[in-house]
């Protein structure tokens, strides 16, 4: 399974994405972006309920998306959860 932690951001609407905010957008529409903090890569045994991220990364609230590959290379849908890490 391929694992990407992203973390929520403020930002603002520029041209229908959500970008960084910058000096020269910071009158336009806000919005929320996702930053990805971390990745990794693991072949998970069945009931699995812990994972870690290296590099460690800072209590708070994060998106966890997930998306499982068979041996073959095929990619299954990708899931997301909201996820709160602790210390």
């Known amino acids: ?3 990407k932690l992203f ?3 403020k930002g603002r609407r520029v041209g229908g ?3 960084r ?3 020269a957008n910071r009158m336009r529409r806000s919005c929320i ?3 990805r903090k971390a990745s990794l890569t693991r072949q998970l045994e069945r009931g699995t309920t812990g994972l870690r991220f290296v590099p460690k990364v800072k209590p ?3 998106t966890l998306r997930a ?3 068979d041996a073959a290379g095929n990619a299954g ?3 997301s959860i909201t996820v709160v890490v602790r210390r």
């Open 77 to 79: 849908t990708a899931r």
């Open 21 to 23: 905010q910058t000096r």
């Open 67 to 69: 998306m499982a590959t």
């Open 1 to 3: 399974m391929r694992f």
């Open 60 to 62: 708070g609230r994060y």
């Open 7 to 9: 973390a929520r951001t």
């Open 33 to 35: 972006r996702l930053v």
């Open 17 to 19: 994405v959500c970008r």
